[in-house]
């Protein structure tokens, strides 16, 4: 089942925050963040199993919130390398990802 | 490092030619995988390897798609008698571990147009 993610765009200006979410009917064996930049490959972000899990690096985090149907990606101090567009996956057997439809993130100076 | 390679970037071809697209995975790594990506949506999945045994295959639209990994290493995804919905970005990931959850890491996929 295709996770769900909301919103489906954002518009900030360079130090603001953001908020991307990803959630599921059902609960999910784990979720994945990738950001994509038009035409590049997407990148790894992180990957969160627990539920109640956290995790951050530099100015990015995530959370898997306890019943693991819903995870959250907050982006601080927003920079412009930050935009692009934003998948989470979930996991459907052997490491096979099902994404999302993707939040696409614009910062402007 | 090296990083995960697609050959060609770019492919045109006309409705009904086939098409061989080229996958170099990081050396060592045991999995990959193949995801098509239309424009504005996120990569779906097509198939799945561990060595050179495809264990999912269940993401293919359809019997012209076809996907080998003969030693364990490079693959091939193949479409035959190209359709003008086959045009999308296909994309190559490839994964260390096999069992626990691990990161793929993405090649910058192949843009494929069927005219």
């Known amino acids: 089942q295709q996770p769900v993610q909301s919103p489906q765009a954002v518009i900030l200006r360079e130090g603001e925050d953001a908020v991307i979410n990803c959630s599921s009917s059902?609960?999910?064996?784990?979720v994945h963040w990738y950001r994509q930049k038009h035409g590049e490959a997407p990148v790894f972000l992180m990957i969160?199993?627990?539920?109640?899990e956290q995790k951050g690096h530099d100015k990015i985090s995530a959370s898997f919130n306890e019943k693991k149907q819903q995870s959250s990606l907050y982006l601080t101090a927003s920079q412009l390398s930050y935009s692009g567009t934003y998948f989470c996956?979930?996991?459907?057997?052997?490491?096979?990802?099902?994404f999302g439809q993707g939040t696409r993130l614009t910062i402007n100076p | 490092g090296a990083g995960v390679s697609q050959s060609p970037r770019y492919k045109v071809a006309k409705r009904g030619q086939d098409v061989a697209l080229r996958c170099d995975p990081i050396?060592?790594?045991?999995?990959l995988f193949w995801y098509q990506q239309a424009l504005g949506q996120g990569p779906e999945f097509l198939t799945y390897f561990q060595n050179e045994a495809q264990l999912d295959k269940s993401g293919l639209p359809s019997d012209r798609f076809f996907a080998e990994r003969p030693e364990g290493s490079v693959s091939t995804l193949k479409i035959q008698r190209t359709q003008q919905e086959d045009s999308a970005v296909y994309l190559c990931?490839?994964?260390?571990?096999?069992?626990?959850?691990?990161?793929?890491?993405f090649g910058p996929g192949t843009r494929l147009t069927v005219t």
């Open positions: 050396s060592g790594h045991v999995s």
């Open positions: 990931a490839s994964s260390l571990q096999v069992l626990d959850s691990y990161e793929q890491y």
């Open positions: 059902k609960a999910l064996y784990s």
């Open positions: 996956g979930t996991e459907k057997g052997a490491q096979k990802l099902v």
């Open positions: 969160l199993l627990k539920g109640g």
